[in-house]
């Protein structure tokens, strides 16, 4: 009856300590003992940094420790473990050695330090192509190798081999620097290719796969947002610090949920890598343009055309407030002459100069409709989402 009640939420059951000891084997008992004085040291450290207030900084990192010997277990069961495990690579990969040459309770410091030299081994083959390929897939919407996050068997083969290896080779020889690698691909002959179609190329290869031109990529969901408040000019462009919130948590009944919250305070107006991501909480406008689930992983993203995406970029709040900003801006920058707010517009939107046809089009618009209304039609052009 007791235990009835008690999974009701009725009453309480109380078990002395006494009686827990009395349960538990001498071995479970000195384990029991180790973790309570470990739980009491970590609580305690808590405390003092609680006692400090608001001026106690908060960061998340990794404190180094021992990480203790892992076991193989029989069949899972963490109760009969049948070997220990030391700290190693990949057999798999045959150019170099898998030993750490590390013992099986080796500090956490000396097992990171290990993996690091063995990712960035000049003879580890794979490190420097899956960086490289990562790269590339960012700039052209497509890795040389299609599955960013497997070259294994069950992968795709890259579509050029020996470009591959040139920029792996190339990477290595920069120390692995990535603004160095980004800096050779978008100066390259192939990143500047014109993007316009030519029938008899479509006809042999209409996925581009031979890099006959340069595919047109739409931007990111968030690259679309930070290019809004780069022409708005409202951009922060702090690094580091604290990030922006665009939703309200809280929690109801062990749950937490997430509400949406305007974007218009200048703390919002961070860089979108910055935004405070928990898992479960949505963003309209990014969840429109295909920003993938922060709870799963998504090494390729999809890049869709939906009517959805249409009506978020006519009438979603961050857009519109984004718009009337932009005018202003054109307002405060090109002063109150129609066609110098437009020419300064082309160029803050598009990169290029307005031509006399879109001059003509866009005064009569303007006097009819606004500067805000125009701003935000140069917003929803495939100029200004797309990379050509």
Not at 13 to 36: D, N
Not at 125 to 147: C, D, E, Q
Not at 151 to 169: E, K, M, V, W
């Amino acid at each position: 009856a007791e235990e009835v009640a008690a999974s009701a939420g009725v009453g309480t059951i109380t078990i002395s300590e006494a009686e827990v000891s009395k349960a538990l084997t001498p071995e479970q008992r000195e384990a029991r003992a180790q973790h309570s004085h470990q739980l009491a040291t970590v609580r305690k450290a808590i405390q003092a940094i609680t006692a400090k207030g608001p001026q106690a900084e908060k960061v998340y990192t990794v404190l180094a420790r021992n990480p203790g010997v892992m076991q193989i277990l029989d069949r899972g069961n963490v109760l009969r473990p049948i070997g220990a495990v030391a700290p190693a690579g990949i057999p798999a990969i045959k150019s170099l050695s898998a030993d750490f040459g590390l013992t099986d309770n080796a500090p956490d410091a000396q097992r990171r330090a290990k993996l690091a030299e063995w990712i960035t081994h000049t003879d580890n083959p794979l490190f420097g192509r899956v960086m490289a390929n990562r790269v590339w897939h960012y700039h052209f919407g497509a890795g040389l190798v299609n599955t960013p996050n497997d070259f294994g068997f069950s992968g795709t083969r890259p579509s050029h081999p020996a470009l591959l290896d040139h920029l792996a080779t190339y990477f290595a020889d920069q120390k692995w620097s990535l603004k160095s690698l980004h800096r050779y691909i978008v100066t390259s002959a192939t990143y500047r290719q014109d993007s316009r179609p030519q029938l008899d190329a479509m006809a042999v290869d209409a996925s581009n796969r031979l890099l006959w031109r340069m595919s047109p990529r739409r931007l990111a969901a968030e690259e679309m947002r930070d290019t809004m408040l780069v022409a708005s000019g409202k951009i922060d462009r702090q690094l580091g610090g604290v990030g922006y919130r665009d939703v309200r948590a809280y929690s109801f009944k062990g749950s937490n949920f997430y509400d949406i919250i305007a974007q218009d305070k200048p703390e919002q107006f961070r860089r979108t890598i910055y935004r405070f991501s928990p898992r479960g909480a949505r963003r309209n406008l990014l969840d429109t343009f295909d920003c993938p689930d922060s709870s799963a992983l998504a090494p390729d993203r999809a890049s869709t055309t939906t009517p959805l995406q249409s009506l978020a970029l006519m009438n979603n709040r961050f857009v519109l407030s984004q718009s009337i900003m932009f005018a202003d801006r054109l307002s405060t920058e090109a002063g109150e002459d129609i066609k110098s707010q437009l020419i300064l517009a082309h160029e803050l939107a598009l990169s290029r100069a307005v031509s006399p046809k879109e001059m003509a089009l866009a005064v009569d618009f303007v006097k009819n409709h606004g500067m805000a209304a125009y701003c935000r039609v140069l917003l929803n052009t495939n100029a200004f989402l797309y990379v050509r």
